[in-house]
């Protein structure tokens, strides 16, 4: 079986059960900690699916992609806990009806499709048989990644401390790396991906670089970056102003003040 069929039949079984579990709990959201973990499970399937040989790439491909993906998955896991459904899914909730059916096609098959293109590189370094040694740009691969790990890790850290902080309730968070960038943890995540792409590029699979376009679009275009945007005003007084001096994505010196 191809590395791709694993990966879709992976990906297609997990949201199918996570489909049944939305029904059950009329939340949709759920998806949204699992979507991490599809690739962390897609990565090790189409890895004990091969010979077992194994080979350097491979045990870097696997760490990066668990370690980015279980992280995540339990950080989300945890915002998650005991709260309602995330206002996006109720909003597509008042929007399509019947939602139990239209959530099948818009929620849990769209997220199952995207996470197999996404995880391109993946698959492509995990199902190929053949002996791999590293590279140089292996090593950049992987500290690219490190660097989106880290900005990822530590800006999603500095937003929970703030938020649970009750005299920071309805304020913008403007310290640490979200003083450089409105999305630093979406940033993170685009060069986590970036970073894998390279690992599968140093193997000559630079077709795979529609995985990180995909997700970069996606943060940037679709559920990340405009997604937010379009609401956080609303509901965060002195956000027009923290946007008109932070980037929005790539972090950069705040601008000054126009008067």
């Known amino acids: 079986m191809s590395a791709l069929a694993i990966a879709a039949l992976v990906?297609?079984?997990?949201?199918?059960?996570?489909?049944?579990?939305?029904?059950?709990?009329?939340?949709?959201?759920?998806?949204?900690?699992?979507?991490?973990?599809v690739f962390v499970a897609i990565a090790w399937s189409v890895w004990l699916a091969g010979d077992g040989a194994g080979s350097g790439r491979d045990a870097l491909m696997l760490a990066m992609v668990?370690?980015?993906?279980?992280?995540?998955?339990?950080?989300?896991?945890?915002?998650?806990?005991?709260?309602?459904?995330?206002?996006?899914?109720?909003?597509?909730?008042r929007r399509l009806r019947p939602?139990?059916?239209?959530?099948?096609?818009?929620?849990?098959?769209?997220?199952?499709?995207?996470?197999?293109?996404?995880?391109?590189?993946?698959?492509?370094?995990?199902?190929?048989p053949g002996p791999?040694?590293?590279r140089w740009l292996d090593w950049t691969g992987a500290a690219v990644w490190a660097v989106g790990f880290g900005f990822e890790a530590v800006s999603d850290e500095q937003l929970r401390r703030f938020k649970a902080d009750p005299a920071n309730r309805g304020q913008v968070m403007d310290r640490g790396l979200w003083r450089y960038s409105r999305h630093p943890n979406y940033f993170g995540d685009a060069v986590v991906w970036w970073g894998i792409?390279?690992?599968?590029?140093?193997?000559?699979?630079?077709?795979?670089?529609?995985?990180?376009l995909v997700m970069t679009f996606l943060l940037l275009r679709v559920s990340g970056v405009a997604l937010l945007e379009r609401s956080i005003g609303k509901r965060r007084p002195g956000y027009a102003e923290y946007a008109a001096r932070t980037s929005a994505f790539i972090p950069l010196p705040p601008r000054r003040a126009t008067r």
């Open 132 to 134: 791999s040694p590293l």
């Open 66 to 93: 668990s370690a980015w993906g279980v992280r995540l998955g339990a950080h989300l896991t945890v915002r998650k806990w005991g709260e309602p459904e995330d206002f996006r899914y109720q909003a597509m909730r």
């Open 11 to 37: 990906a297609g079984a997990l949201m199918g059960v996570c489909w049944l579990v939305s029904l059950i709990k009329r939340d949709a959201s759920i998806v949204d900690p699992l979507w991490p973990m």
């Open 99 to 128: 939602f139990w059916l239209w959530s099948i096609l818009v929620v849990f098959v769209l997220q199952g499709v995207l996470a197999v293109v996404v995880a391109l590189p993946v698959q492509a370094v995990l199902g190929d």
């Open 197 to 212: 792409h390279l690992v599968a590029a140093a193997a000559g699979m630079w077709w795979t670089i529609a995985g990180p």
